[in-house]
C-alpha cells in the first residue's frame, strides 16, 4: 500500500537554525498532508498540499513536491525548543491515510 | 471548541477482559478512524468509517471491532484483548477521507 518514508529518522539542530526533513512515495497522490506529534500526544496538522501545487507555506513552515521525484520536504525556518517533536507524511491510500514512520526533531536550546 | 475525546485516556486490563475505548468528535465528521501507535512502526490504521453504519478494515484490524451508530461516535472494542495489543490508541475523525483528520489525545493501553 502507499506509505511515505521520511529521512532523516531523527535530527537534531540548535535553536535559531533551519531543520529540513522529506518524504518519499512509490505511487501517485492526489495529497500530501504533513503532521506533528509531540511526545505521546494526537499528531496535529500542519499543511496539506494538493499535487499540482508545487510549494506552501504557513507561518514557519515552508512545503514542497516534486511529483516528478515523489517526494516532498518539510522545512521549519528558525527553529525553537518547542519545534521538538516528531513529523510524519501521510498519503492517501483509497479511503487510508497512510503515515510514514516519522522523523523525530530535536532542537537544543 | 472543535475536538476529539477518548476515553479512558490510560487502562490496565488483564488478558481476555472485554473493554471499550470510546470515542466522540463534535465537528460533524463523515469520516472517522481508529489507528495504533507502536515504537518503529509508526501509525497503523485499525478500521475507519466514511459514515453512518459504513465502516472497513484498515491494515491491522485483527482483534477488534468496531461500530459507528451515529455520526458524533465511533468505539473501539477489544472483545478479548491480548498482550500483543498494548499500544498508543488513537482516534481521528475529518470532513471526507483524504482530508485534514483531527486526533483524540490518545488512550495508552495496557494488557497484562
Known amino acids: 500500500s502507499q506509505q511515505g518514508e521520511e529521512d532523516p529518522q531523527a535530527l537534531s539542530i540548535q535553536e535559531g537554525e533551519n531543520a529540513t526533513m522529506n518524504c518519499s512515495y512509490k505511487?501517485?497522490?492526489?495529497?500530501l498532508q504533513w503532521y506533528r506529534q509531540n511526545s505521546g500526544r494526537g499528531l496535529v496538522h500542519l499543511i496539506l498540499i494538493r499535487s499540482n501545487e508545487r510549494e506552501k507555506h504557513s507561518g514557519r513552515l515552508r512545503v514542497t513536491l516534486d511529483t516528478s521525484k515523489k517526494s516532498s520536504s518539510l522545512l521549519i525556518t528558525a527553529s525553537r525548543a518547542a519545534d521538538t517533536a516528531s513529523y510524519f507524511c501521510?498519503?492517501?491510500?483509497?479511503?487510508?491515510?497512510?503515515f510514514g514512520t516519522g522523523t523525530r526533531l530535536l532542537v537544543s536550546p | 471548541e472543535a475536538q476529539v475525546t477518548q476515553n479512558p485516556r490510560y487502562l490496565i486490563t488483564v488478558t481476555g477482559k472485554k473493554l471499550t475505548v470510546t470515542c466522540s468528535q463534535n465537528m460533524n465528521h463523515e469520516y472517522m478512524s481508529w489507528y495504533r501507535q507502536d515504537p518503529g512502526l509508526g501509525l497503523r490504521q485499525i478500521y475507519y468509517?466514511?459514515?453512518?453504519?459504513?465502516?472497513d478494515k484498515g491494515d491491522v484490524p485483527e482483534g477488534y471491532k468496531v461500530s459507528r451508530k451515529e455520526k458524533r461516535n465511533f468505539p473501539l472494542i477489544l472483545e478479548s484483548p491480548s498482550p500483543n495489543q498494548t499500544s498508543l490508541y488513537f482516534c481521528a475523525s475529518s470532513f471526507a477521507s483524504g482530508y485534514e483528520q483531527y486526533f483524540g489525545p490518545g488512550t495508552r493501553l495496557t494488557v497484562t
Open positions: 501521510a498519503l492517501r491510500d483509497f479511503q487510508k491515510l497512510v
Open positions: 468509517s466514511m459514515n453512518v453504519e459504513v465502516t
Open positions: 505511487t501517485s497522490i492526489n495529497n
